[in-house]
């Protein structure tokens, strides 16, 4: 009988992860495993691990949630693990969602994912599609070629072997976006949402039409810098992926044009700098240092502001890119 294991990445989230565990012990199909990969957690969650006899903990610096996954992932497939359930530790499943995935067990190529809902109100979706926006809406059982990574989402190992690892040097927001792009496209690998499995998860911040405060909006860096990793994968051609996130880049910044109240001038000279590091393949910036230049974007003039952006700018026309290194990691 095939080997069923959870793997859960986690920074800081102690209670919320409390839950996610006593969640994942209460399926109505058993468990094998339980693995957390600790992201470099500072609050309780190391001391609260270490007194749980039936979870294998790892603990790590913070690596984000591409590292966590990278790390988790690889760890169960080295050790013999058939099936792969990802989830972040601030989000749980319902008690039969597992049993429900697996009733398509006999799909070992295919990625299978539960229905995300609002953990705070349970009826709403986390991510809109197909013009749902709620449960009670959604009337299929099983939805193709839409599944959204790490929250909920059961991988073969035989899909480990042959796509390999998400990419940890994406560090956060837009690793689910490439690993799954490379698993459909690349390899041309069917996707499942079954919408009578259930996972809950708190809603993620948007970028476009909503309001958001400059000072602390550190992971639109990595949504803005990934989104061109996504596109080499979704697109053989690298000139029609550079075109395609320059049009997605444009468009970003016209909607802080149309939509954005505050600091207009100042957002777009940010959104510029995940740009030039993606363009560039620099996958070397830290939260810390993301969040040390939102300090500097109040501290310093607009016009020192914008002769960098200009000067970028140059970098990106007339200076040749480095040596590209972020290919996937096999497993």
């Not at 109240?261 to 940010?270: E, G, Q, T, W």
């Amino acid at each position: 009988m095939e080997k069923v294991i959870a793997v859960v990445v986690s920074y800081n989230h102690q209670t919320e992860l409390e839950q996610c565990i006593y969640a994942l012990r209460a399926q109505s199909y058993p468990l094998d495993g339980i693995l957390v990969v600790n992201n470099g957690s500072t609050d309780y969650t190391s001391v609260w691990l270490d007194q749980q006899d039936d979870i294998i903990h790892l603990y790590q610096d913070n690596l984000g949630k591409a590292g966590g996954f990278n790390t988790g992932i690889s760890w169960a497939y080295q050790n013999g693990f058939d099936w792969i359930w990802c989830m972040e530790g601030d989000g749980y499943p319902k008690e039969d969602a597992l049993e429900n995935l697996l009733k398509k067990e006999s799909m070992d190529l295919a990625i299978m994912s539960s229905l995300i809902l609002d953990k705070n109100d349970k009826t709403s979706l986390v991510r809109n599609f197909k013009n749902y926006t709620r449960i009670e809406e959604v009337k299929e059982e099983e939805i193709n070629d839409i599944s959204y990574s790490f929250n909920g989402t059961l991988i073969h190992r035989n899909i480990v072997s042959k796509v390999g690892l998400p990419l940890s040097e994406l560090y956060d927001r837009g690793v689910e976006d490439e690993y799954f792009t490379r698993i459909t496209q690349k390899y041309q690998i069917k996707a499942f949402t079954y919408t009578h499995s259930i996972h809950y998860h708190k809603n993620q911040i948007t970028f476009h039409k909503q309001e958001w405060n400059l000072k602390n909006s550190w992971t639109l860096y990595y949504y803005l810098r990934n989104k061109y990793a996504y596109y080499k994968v979704k697109y053989s051609n690298r000139i029609l992926a550079l075109v395609s996130y320059s049009l997605f880049m444009l468009s970003f910044i016209f909607e802080i044009l149309f939509f954005q109240k505050n600091a207009k001038l100042r957002k777009i000279i940010y959104a510029v700098w995940p740009m030039v590091d993606a363009i560039n393949n620099n996958y070397r910036t830290t939260p810390n240092c993301i969040l040390k230049k939102l300090n500097n974007q109040y501290t310093n003039s607009l016009t020192r502001l914008i002769g960098t952006t200009i000067r970028n700018y140059f970098f990106i026309i007339f200076v040749p890119s480095l040596k590209e290194t972020s290919t996937p990691i096999t497993a």
